[in-house]
Nanobody, 128 residues
Framework: QVQLVESGGGLVQSGGSLRLACIVS????????MGWFRQAPGKEREFVTA????????YYADFVGGRFIISRDSAKNTMFLDMNTLKPEDTAVYFC?????????????????????WGQGTQVTVSS
């Protein structure tokens, strides 16, 4: 059974930092793309960032503006999202996701329909 479990969300002041983690289990993700998406109340789920589990090669949404870094620790089957200089508009539920790909490009990485496996989400709240 494939599982993706996020953790690390919480309440932080504007300008602060958080590290989200996503522990993956149940299959070999070496050939998968892994991503972070977020969904704010009343808004659609949006792409944040993604990597290839084996080769990295990250893509980031424009709004990230160099503030977030995606990484993974293969030995621990864990993907991370380091978020810095957080803004109130970053408030959302953050989801990790995994999927297969034929081609690796920004369009592939950013389309939530390409991801088969999803975590339950972790809430990030940034106060002003």
């Amino acid at each position: 059974q494939v599982q993706l479990v996020e953790s690390g969300g919480g309440l932080v002041q504007s300008g602060g930092s958080l590290r989200l983690a996503c522990i993956v289990s149940g299959r070999d993700f070496d050939d998968y793309m892994m991503g972070w998406f977020r969904q704010a109340p009343g808004k659609e789920r949006e792409f944040v960032t993604a990597i290839l589990w084996r080769h990295l090669l990250p893509y980031y949404a424009d709004f990230v503006g160099g503030r977030f870094i995606i990484s993974r620790d293969s030995a621990k089957n864990t993907m991370f999202l380091d978020m810095n200089t957080l803004k109130p508009e970053d408030t959302a539920v953050y989801f990790c996701a995994g999927g297969t790909h034929e081609y690796w490009n920004e369009g592939t990485a950013g389309n939530p329909n390409n991801y088969k496996y999803w975590g339950q989400g972790t809430q990030v709240t940034v106060s002003s």
